[in-house]
């Protein structure tokens, strides 16, 4: 996990979290959301390819994206114990938005499902997800996602799939994130969930 710089620090401890949905009508604080967010390279590549209207499949690795996010671990150990006891041995996760807490991730892939197999011992994963926006339901960004859906109605932008490489886990190897995830004290201040 990264750690955050000062300026980041106060941004999400004293600004952020007064923001309000309406405050994202304005324009101004609408190009500041995605000038940070444009500071992440993955999310930048994301963005760029969506104002550009590049709807090919984007490929990220899958095992960066657990290695960088304890807490989708978790999700997935958690997942696969309560298959194994119904005797499930295929099926998906959907991990949310909020369990991403690399910003790399957060801003891009956002939230993602995770299709897994298990053959013996063996955890077959591969993840997929779709880089669009949504102006449904309450989330604090609500107006932020009507301005870039505009851009593809207009034309100019289009959504696209994002595929994770196939990884194959031992099953211990899931069982040690749990534990990791546990006892890990992890404050999260990216909470720009987009």
Excluded at 32 to 56: A, C, D, H, M, T
Excluded at 68 to 82: D, E
Aim: net charge positive; proline share 3%; hydrophobic share 40%.
């Amino acid at each position: 996990m990264r750690t955050i710089s000062l300026p980041e620090y106060i941004l999400w401890s004293y600004l952020i979290t007064h923001l309000k949905t309406k405050h994202f009508k304005n324009r101004i604080v609408r190009y500041l959301s995605i000038i940070y967010i444009l500071q992440f390279q993955l999310p930048r590549k994301f963005f760029w390819r969506y104002i550009r209207g590049n709807s090919e499949v984007f490929e990220v690795d899958t095992q960066d994206v657990l290695d960088r996010n304890p807490l989708v671990g978790n999700s997935i150990a958690k997942h696969l114990k309560s298959g194994q006891e119904q005797g499930k041995t295929r099926g998906s996760i959907q991990i949310p938005q909020i369990l991403v807490s690399d910003p790399n991730y957060r801003y891009s892939v956002g939230s993602f499902r995770l299709l897994y197999r298990v053959i013996d011992d063996k955890v077959h994963l591969k993840l997929k997800s779709r880089y669009a926006f949504s102006n449904t339901g309450e989330r604090l960004t609500k107006y932020l996602h009507q301005w870039l859906i505009s851009f593809k109605i207009k034309g100019n932008a289009a959504d696209f799939d994002v595929l994770g490489k196939a990884i194959i886990l031992k099953a211990t190897c899931l069982k040690s994130m749990e534990n990791i995830g546990s006892f890990q004290d992890f404050k999260d201040r990216n909470r720009l969930y987009l």
